[in-house]
């Protein structure tokens, strides 16, 4: 016998107590969880996205529709939070439910508790929320992925290291420049042909970032906070290869968040792990596990 239905609206994500759902159920996120809302309230231009919650706005779930990739068209769980007073009464399955039917809605023909770049929350679910894995296999998700952050603590390295790096790039005719907010145009576009738009965008909407030239040409970036507090994306051009590049750049980020006030970095959806580790002895963290299933 079910239990009674459970109502699910469209909600305005600024509305009051949203943040307060996010920040109470994501526990392991709660300070920026009211953050994340924010940036996953504001995507790339285009993006089709909805916010849905209970009348009371103890259970809450963002979902958006990603591109067209050679299994259809993706669609994204975003965030799914459901304040610890209200669990247990069937508030996750019903708000995952109302998303399905409105990514069906979009055309989806996939569903995935997965990142939808350049604008996310989390790869995945990180696997300390066990609930929601749970929720996801019972849901008949297919878990096909795994990715993970790298934490890196601040300060990443001394004020000497540092200068004496600049100095040695400097020398080497490669100096760094930060690119402050409104005036990345041209560190956008470098992004945009070395890798690809969502990289580009991601960059644009850092709260900051670093980058190394030559005679004038751009040779890498790296950015932080276009995820909320979180390194990255970061590139460096093939022509940059072996000249220490990343690492500088790498620095010169984590020193930025750490005059913000952060104790720690994460450095997010990593790749390099050698990289990291070797950089700034970063440590792998987070685990998370992508989940995945067709929209019948």
């Known amino acids: 016998m079910s239990g009674p239905a459970v109502r699910i609206d469209p909600v305005r994500p600024e509305a009051a107590g949203l943040a307060e759902t996010a920040a109470a159920a994501l526990w392991a996120d709660a300070a920026e ?48 939070a459901v304040h610890p007073r209200a669990q247990g009464r069937g508030i996750g399955r019903a708000l995952v439910t109302a998303a399905e039917e409105w990514l069906r809605a979009q055309g989806a023909t996939e569903a995935r508790f997965a990142g939808n770049p350049p604008c996310y929350g989390w790869p995945g679910i990180d696997v300390r929320y066990t609930p929601a894995a749970c929720l996801a296999e019972r849901l008949g998700y297919e878990r096909y992925r795994i990715a993970w952050n790298m934490t890196a603590d601040l300060p990443s390295s001394s004020a000497e290291e540092d200068a004496a790096d600049l100095a040695r790039l400097a020398a080497a005719g490669v100096p760094v420049h930060p690119a402050p907010a409104g005036e990345r145009a041209t560190v956008a576009e470098f992004v945009r042909r070395q890798w690809n738009d969502e990289w580009a965008w991601e960059a644009g909407q850092a709260t900051g970032c ?44 984590l020193a930025d968040q750490a005059a913000a006030g952060l104790r720690s970095a994460q450095i997010g959806w990593v790749g390099p792990i050698r990289f990291y580790s070797r950089a700034v002895d970063a440590r792998v963290e987070r685990v998370f596990w992508l989940y995945r299933r067709p929209l019948g």
């Open 33 to 80: 969880a009211p953050l994340v809302v924010r940036r996953l309230a504001d995507p790339p231009e285009g993006r089709r996205w909805i916010a849905l919650a209970t009348p009371d706005l103890d259970g809450v779930v963002l979902a958006s529709v990603g591109g067209t990739e050679e299994s259809g068209v993706a669609g994204h769980v975003d965030l799914l």
């Open 210 to 253: 670093h980058y190394a030239e030559r005679d004038g040409e751009i040779l890498g970036f790296a950015a932080w906070g276009s995820r909320p507090l979180w390194f990255g994306p970061m590139g460096t051009a093939e022509a940059a290869r072996g000249l220490g590049v990343g690492r500088v750049l790498l620095r010169r980020c």
